[in-house]
Structure formats: structure tokens, C-alpha cells
């Protein structure tokens, strides 16, 4: 399960921290806008977890069905199966990533360690029991790993609205963002 720790060091206890956007109000754009980068590149690696678990609960789903319905290995419908989450209907919020995961072998090593003695390249080899234990610490974690995301997308809300609400009373200007993007301040005279 996915801990938030009071204090610690890792992003998710930043981010999850109770006073991470405390004062925002108060806190130059510059700020505001790192924090929400900070946490929006916390929501890329949740998503991108839950992406990890998402295909490892479809191959074990599959290898259920399989010998319940017969049919071929799940070898032979690997691509089918990782391809049908890929395109399947939406269930999440839809939010734009401009970021790309910063951790993932982290990740990968985090899933492979849930069921250490599980090897998903054979699921045929697991016994029943060994299946259906494996199916629940996936779902599980997945659950553990959506509840993380989406307390990170409130923090990502509110850092947006700031950011909006500064841009809409005009104490914030796309001139000076854009300026500062291509290094250099605006002169434009200001009334």
C-alpha cells in the first residue's frame, strides 16, 4: 500500500503534506507553478503505476478466464489483453500528462516485490490459490495507488485554480509568461 509519511522526504509526502499549498495565496507564480509541476509529475508516476498493475490484473484476469472457459494460453493472447486496456473505455479523470514518469524502474521493481514468488511469465504454473492471492494484492494495491492519485489531484486542482484565478484578476499576464519562457522579462508599460 502506498504510505504517506508526515515529514518525509520522498515527493508523495511533500505533495500529500497537509501545508503544501498552505499561503499559496501569498506565494509568487513562479512558486505556485513548481509546486503544481511537482505534483503533477506525482500524478504521472501514480498513472503510470496503476498502468503496471492495470496489465498484471489483466493477465492473471485472463489466465482465471482461461481455465474456466478453456481456450488459448495466455501467451497466445498477451497482446489482446494488454491491448484491450489500452483501448478501452475511460474510467479516470482525462487529465493531459505533459510529464513523462521520473520513476520508472522504481516502479516496476515495486509491482515485481508485491507477489515476490509470483512469476507472471508462466501464470498456467500457479495453483489456483497462488492465482486468486495474486489477483487480490494487485487490485489491492491498485486501489491503494488510486486513492494516493486522487488526493494529488486536489492538490493539482487547487494549484491550478490559483494559477487561474491570478490570470482572470489580471495579476498575472500570458506577456510575462511568455516572456519568461524565452528568458527575458517583459518591458511592456504597465497603467
Not at 509541476?37 to 498502468?51: K, M, N, V
Not at 524502474?105 to 509470483?118: F, G, I, K, N, P
Amino acid at each position: 500500500m502506498i504510505e504517506v509519511r508526515p515529514g518525509g522526504r520522498r515527493r508523495i509526502d511533500r505533495v500529500l503534506a497537509p501545508d503544501y499549498a498552505e499561503g499559496v495565496e501569498q506565494r509568487p507564480l513562479a512558486d505556485v507553478r513548481a509546486l503544481r509541476d511537482e505534483a503533477a509529475q506525482e500524478e504521472t508516476d501514480l498513472s503510470y503505476l496503476r498502468r503496471l498493475l492495470h496489465a498484471r490484473i489483466d493477465i492473471v484476469r485472463a489466465e482465471k478466464l482461461r481455465r474456466t472457459d478453456g481456450g488459448s494460453s495466455v501467451v497466445d493472447q498477451l497482446a489482446t489483453i494488454l491491448a484491450s486496456n489500452a483501448v478501452g473505455p475511460s474510467t479516470g479523470l482525462g487529465r493531459y500528462q505533459s510529464h513523462e514518469p521520473s520513476r520508472a524502474d522504481a516502479h516496476q521493481r515495486h509491482v515485481e516485490a508485491l507477489v515476490s514468488d509470483v512469476d507472471l511469465s508462466d501464470v498456467s504454473t500457479l495453483s489456483d490459490e497462488k492465482l486468486d492471492l495474486t489477483l487480490r494484492t494487485f487490485i489491492g494495491e491498485e486501489a491503494s495507488v488510486s486513492q494516493r492519485r486522487r488526493q494529488v489531484q486536489v492538490v493539482m486542482d487547487q494549484l491550478n485554480a490559483e494559477i487561474a484565478g491570478r490570470y482572470q484578476r489580471g495579476s498575472a499576464s500570458v506577456d510575462d509568461l511568455l516572456a519568461n519562457e524565452r528568458g527575458r522579462p517583459n518591458n511592456r508599460l504597465r497603467e
